[in-house]
């Protein structure tokens, strides 16, 4: 059985850091590419960050750039999101996904409040 488990996510004042963790199991996980995505209340969902399987290269939404990273860990089947500087904007709930030219899987969120 499948799984993507969020979790790290939580209330930070504006400027605070949270990272966010992405627990997979089911499937081969370095076979897949992994992504973050965000949706905030009445808007569509959005790429954040993504991260290839095999060279780890990495991609950003200019909205995050240079103040979150994305990272994984194939011995663990885990991806990380670092965020940094975060912003009232960045409230969301923030989905771990994953895809290859076959399937692709999501998690079920977690909630990240941004307010001071």
């Known amino acids: 059985q499948v799984q993507l488990v969020e979790s790290g996510g939580g209330l930070v004042q504006p400027g605070g850091s949270l990272r966010l963790s992405c627990a997979t199991s089911?499937?081969?996980?370095?076979?897949?590419?992994m992504s973050w995505y965000r949706q905030a209340p009445g808007k569509e969902r959005e790429l954040v960050a993504s991260?290839?399987?095999?060279?780890?290269?990495?991609n950003y939404a200019d909205s995050v750039q240079g103040r979150f990273t994305i990272s994984r860990d194939n011995a663990k089947n885990t991806v990380y999101l670092q965020m940094n500087s975060l912003k009232p904007e960045d409230t969301a709930v923030y989905y771990c996904?994953?895809?290859?030219?076959?399937?692709?899987?999501w998690g079920k969120g977690t909630l990240v409040t941004v307010s001071s």
């Open positions: 991260i290839t399987s095999a060279l780890g290269n990495t």
């Open positions: 089911g499937f081969i996980f370095r076979n897949y590419a």
């Open positions: 996904h994953s895809n290859n030219r076959w399937s692709d899987y």
